[in-house]
């Protein structure tokens, strides 16, 4: 799918990921698009997503720290608006018509797979610079733009009588868009300012990796049907 083919690093990234296709038609994806995902996993997914978003605040935090120059700084900090003032409040309201309290996703226990990726990313971001940490991110900021926009265009998507519908148009929505968009922006401009052609490999394993990590998230809600 060509979603975001005209920037320069992330269409590099997603091609070098041979396990892009595991994850963005994820069975439990499929499920999304039929509406024929068992409820339980999806109800199971939104808590662990809840606790998944905090622990990408954190990285959000973590990369203004990494950050050198004021743009990176505000590049970061949008990032880090965008997940509590914007995602964490639609997964809180969206989550409240599924019988999910705030208060009860916060005092869950992590799943294995939650705290693999999140952890992957923060150890990304203290052991390497601004960029890893980016890297490492995109799997999660820029994929669900681009699940979100696959289904919403994709014939064989169930609109009528999805329960699953008002998550697909949440990340196919342009406010979120716009989020996976800016996300791909900053990659490649942190690309320019901070990488050769050397250093594509190591970022393409970064990057393979939280794919990797990603597909085991939705294998997780998978898992709990």
């Known amino acids: 799918m060509a979603y975001l083919d005209d920037l320069e690093l992330f269409p590099r990234l997603r091609s070098a990921a041979g396990s892009w296709d595991d994850y963005v038609a994820h069975p439990f994806v499929l499920g999304l698009r039929d509406g024929t995902l068992p409820e339980p996993a999806f109800r199971h997914?939104?808590?662990?997503?809840?606790?998944?978003?905090?622990?990408?605040?954190?990285?959000?935090?973590?990369?203004?720290?990494?950050?050198e120059t004021l743009?990176?700084?505000?590049?970061?900090?949008?990032?880090?608006?965008?997940?509590?003032?914007?995602?964490?409040?639609?997964?809180?309201?969206?989550?409240?018509?599924?019988?999910?309290?705030?208060?009860?996703?916060?005092?869950?226990?992590?799943?294995?797979?939650?705290?693999?990726?999140?952890?992957?990313?923060?150890?990304?971001?203290?052991?390497?610079?601004?960029?890893?940490?980016?890297?490492?991110?995109?799997?999660?900021?820029?994929?669900?733009?681009?699940?979100?926009?696959?289904?919403?265009?994709?014939?064989?998507?169930?609109?009528?009588?999805?329960?699953?519908?008002?998550?697909?148009?949440?990340y196919a929505g342009d406010e979120y868009q716009s989020v996976a968009r800016a996300h791909g922006e900053v990659l490649d401009r942190l690309w320019k300012a901070r990488a050769g052609g050397a250093r594509l490999e190591s970022l393409s394993r970064t990057f393979a990796q939280a794919t990797r990590l990603e597909a085991d998230f939705w294998q997780m809600g998978w898992d709990a049907a």
């Open 45 to 67: 997914y939104l808590g662990q997503d809840y606790l998944f978003l905090v622990h990408f605040a954190r990285a959000y935090a973590l990369a203004a720290y990494k950050a």
């Open 71 to 170: 743009s990176d700084i505000r590049d970061t900090a949008a990032g880090m608006s965008a997940i509590v003032d914007t995602e964490m409040a639609l997964h809180v309201e969206y989550c409240a018509g599924w019988g999910l309290s705030e208060a009860e996703m916060e005092a869950l226990p992590e799943a294995s797979a939650t705290m693999a990726y999140t952890r992957y990313v923060l150890e990304k971001g203290l052991q390497g610079d601004l960029l890893d940490l980016y890297v490492a991110l995109a799997p999660c900021v820029i994929g669900y733009g681009e699940i979100g926009a696959r289904l919403a265009g994709d014939p064989e998507t169930v609109h009528d009588g999805n329960c699953y519908g008002a998550w697909i148009q949440m």
